[in-house]
């Protein structure tokens, strides 16, 4: 068994791998003979009584454990109360990760959760949303600038970005690994108009290094208690 996701009603999966392929309780594939919920090969959906309450479980399993980010999204099923739990958990390459543990459905990340996979290992981290020039789109970016880059981490009912983001610890560029950080303003700021104050840095604009072609900014971090954070957001090359 490369992958297998399992989430403990009552909730329904979206898992997409590192490739891109996604799969959901409704992904259908028809034949003569079957009905199948599977993106063949690549990710199946099967629901079982994983444990034993007379309530199907939903689980997703992946034959092949590939490299890159799996992200992992939770939809509540219709007849589901703000009041209901549910858990979630990961199997892959001999380890068990426990993503959630009876959580509140009003409780689910906006963003889903990660795991990152080396194919020999996964490790958790934590979607974030950021919006890059924010009040901008598209996000046209020139690589030969001097300026700077503005990024706003977005904030969520569940994750607070100005308290939790350890700023000093944020890359961001082409491939999210650059370190081109200038500042990030004190305080916060509401960005979304959400009514929840978002963070936003700087990043110098030669030092994020994007190329000619490149379609997405990436940002890379942790989180005040060292969970890796990543968050991306299209952009436009400009000369």
């Known amino acids: 068994m490369g992958v297998e996701v399992r ?62 980010d799996y992200i992992i999204e939770i939809i509540p099923e219709s007849d589901a109360l703000p009041t209901d739990v549910y858990t979630l958990e990961i199997e892959a390459a001999g380890t068990t990760i426990t993503l959630a543990q ?40 020139n690589p030969k600038s001097k300026g700077k880059i503005p990024v706003a981490i977005l904030s969520a009912t569940t994750f607070d970005a100005p308290l939790e983001v350890d700023a000093s610890s944020l890359t961001f560029g082409r491939t999210g690994y650059e370190p081109s950080l200038a500042f990030c303003n004190s305080g916060g700021g509401d960005m979304n108009g959400d009514g929840i104050l978002d963070l936003v840095c700087h990043f110098h604009t030669q030092a994020a ?6 379609t997405q900014g990436i940002l890379k971090g942790e989180t005040i208690d060292g969970t890796p954070i990543t968050g991306k957001d299209s952009v436009r090359i400009v000369p």
Do not use: C, M
């Open 7 to 68: 989430a403990l009603s009552p909730v329904n999966l979206i898992v997409t791998d590192p490739d891109g392929f996604t799969i959901t309780a409704q992904t259908l594939v028809v034949t003569e003979r079957e009905h199948l919920r599977e993106v063949s090969g690549v990710l199946y959906y099967s629901e079982w009584d994983i444990d034993g309450d007379g309530t199907l479980d939903d689980i997703v399993i992946a034959p092949t454990l590939r490299t890159g």
């Open 102 to 141: 009876n959580v509140p459905i009003n409780d689910i990340p906006s963003q889903g959760y990660g795991i990152r996979s080396t194919g020999e290992a996964i490790s958790q981290f934590i979607p974030v949303a950021i919006d890059i020039k924010p009040g901008s789109f598209p996000n046209s970016i």
């Open 209 to 214: 290094a994007f190329h000619s072609g490149d």
